[in-house]
């Protein structure tokens, strides 16, 4: 078993998410059941699913949760985008750059995980 805490992977989605629940705070009202609930869901996912592959006893699954995360990642990152066309920010722009890292060290611990499985 894994300590998902030191999972550097897991510290920039935990920060990612702190970031999106703070750009979710700037949005307007009116989105609160929609674009806001459906960006902080997506966020949540990918820490979630780190900390939850981190605990299986396999690398495969291991592997598989992060496959997960990637994808909420890219959910994320397309929402923020639209957040950043509509209503730009220094929030939303620190969010994408944030996004972009996320999906960057995903990518990364996948190869290594690969690697070392074989």
């Known amino acids: 078993m894994r300590d ?17 629940y703070g750009l979710a705070a700037s949005l307007p009202r009116d989105e609160r059941y ?8 997506a966020a949540v996912s990918i820490p979630s699913n780190i900390a ?5 006893s396999s690398d495969a699954e291991f592997e598989q949760f992060l496959s997960i ?6 959910e994320l990152r397309y929402q923020i985008e639209l957040v950043n066309g509509l209503w730009p920010s220094k929030a939303a722009n620190q969010a994408l750059v944030a996004v972009h890292e996320v999906k960057r060290v995903l990518w990364a611990l996948r190869q290594a995980s690969r690697r070392k499985r074989r």
């Open 52 to 56: 939850e592959g981190a605990g299986r």
């Open 34 to 41: 929609g674009l806001i609930q459906q960006m902080k869901r």
């Open 69 to 74: 995360a990637s994808g909420s990642a890219s």
């Open 4 to 20: 998902y805490t030191k999972i550097i992977a897991w510290q920039k989605a935990d920060h990612l998410t702190r970031l999106v």
